[in-house]
């Protein structure tokens, strides 16, 4: 499943256009992704936070950084997405910040590891 994931992100990568640089989405990009109406971009969303989610854990995993942010198995798509969103939303002055900065901050508020 993490395979067909992570070619479908490269495959949807590459179909958004926009120029090649350090950080691809602002926090701004990925927040108009995760309320639009628009099937393929909430689509988009949800698996942008799925990934990194997913990195975190090949990180932790590799042994390269300790765990930051710890999201109970429990947690659905949809509610990271409306994690993401409220945070958003709450923090306007950064939208223009990485998007993958952005979730890692939403992430880390709403699941900290204890």
Same mark, same amino acid.
């Given at each position: 499943m993490k395979r067909f994931l992570l070619a479908f992100i490269v495959i949807a990568a590459m179909s958004v256009s926009g120029p090649a640089n350090a950080g691809y989405f602002s926090a701004g990009k990925i927040l108009s992704l995760c309320v639009s109406e628009k099937g393929f971009e909430t689509a988009y969303c949800n698996i942008y936070l799925a990934s990194i989610s997913d990195a975190q854990d090949m990180f932790v995993g590799w042994g390269g950084?300790?765990? /930051?942010?710890?999201?109970?198995? /429990?947690?659905n798509l949809n509610q990271l997405k409306e994690i993401y969103i409220k945070h958003a939303n709450g923090n306007p002055q950064e939208l223009h910040l990485t998007a993958a900065s952005m979730v890692i901050n939403a992430f880390l508020k709403a699941f900290p590891c204890k």
């Amino acid at each position: 499943m993490k395979r067909f994931l992570l070619a479908f992100i490269v495959i949807a990568a590459m179909s958004v256009s926009g120029p090649a640089n350090a950080g691809y989405f602002s926090a701004g990009k990925i927040l108009s992704l995760c309320v639009s109406e628009k099937g393929f971009e909430t689509a988009y969303c949800n698996i942008y936070l799925a990934s990194i989610s997913d990195a975190q854990d090949m990180f932790v995993g590799w042994g390269g950084m300790p765990k /930051r942010f710890c999201i109970p198995e /429990r947690v659905n798509l949809n509610q990271l997405k409306e994690i993401y969103i409220k945070h958003a939303n709450g923090n306007p002055q950064e939208l223009h910040l990485t998007a993958a900065s952005m979730v890692i901050n939403a992430f880390l508020k709403a699941f900290p590891c204890k």
